[in-house]
């Protein structure tokens, strides 16, 4: 399946036209802009996926704008706009539950370093062990969906932009509910 962006040779960030046309607000992102929101915000393709959002963030402000002092691209409208658009398009809950149980890991991970009290050190090791089996049961959920074919009536395949739409509905009506 194909995803709402992909990596030219010149590792530019290339937006598919129709997420373009069912979120406008993509279109007026610079090149720089959407390449951040990529990096920081997709949990499908980018290779940063698995890295905690704070590191992916100050990974991207890094690499994108060469660590210039005070550069936050989420305190401009435009951009949070873009990656709410962004974020309603690839929205799974299984997907932001296995990030935030892989963010969760990386604190116990971090707990784990600095305990020397062997019956501390032992209840960190079986939460992350329990957080552990959480994130690989979730990963094959999600792997498992992802090889499924979306059909409809007639045997036909979902479009790219029908899927963005689902997702789309999906994710309103999940935030709105305040899941």
Same mark, same amino acid.
């Given at each position: 399946m194909e995803w709402i962006f992909h990596i030219d040779s010149q590792n530019n960030v290339i937006l598919d036209p129709d997420a373009i046309k069912?979120?406008? @607000? *993509? !279109?007026?992102?610079?090149? @720089?802009e959407v390449r951040y929101i990529a990096m920081v915000y997709d949990n499908v393709k980018s290779p940063y996926r698995f890295m905690a959002k704070e590191t992916r963030r100050n990974h991207a402000i890094q690499m994108i704008w060469k660590g210039k002092?005070?550069? &936050?691209?989420?305190r401009s409208e435009k951009v949070r706009q873009g990656i709410i658009a962004y974020k309603s398009m690839i929205y799974c809950p299984k997907r932001e539950t296995r990030n935030i149980l892989v963010e969760k890991?990386?604190?116990l991970d971090m *707990?784990?370093? !600095? @305990?020397? &009290?062997?019956?501390? *050190?032992k209840e960190i090791v079986d939460a992350i +062990?329990?957080?552990?089996?959480?994130? +690989?049961?979730?990963t094959s959920e999600i792997d498992r969906e992802k090889e499924e074919i979306i059909a409809?009536? !007639? !045997?036909?395949?979902l479009s790219l932009i029908e899927i963005y739409q689902r997702n789309q509905k999906k994710f309103r009506k999940d935030k709105q509910l305040g899941a």
């Open positions: 069912l979120c406008p @607000e *993509l !279109g007026l992102l610079s090149k @720089e002092d005070r550069v &936050n691209p989420e890991k990386q604190s *707990l784990l370093i !600095g @305990e020397s &009290n062997p019956k501390k *050190l +062990d329990i957080v552990q089996k959480r994130i +690989d049961i979730y409809i009536k !007639g !045997g036909k395949q």
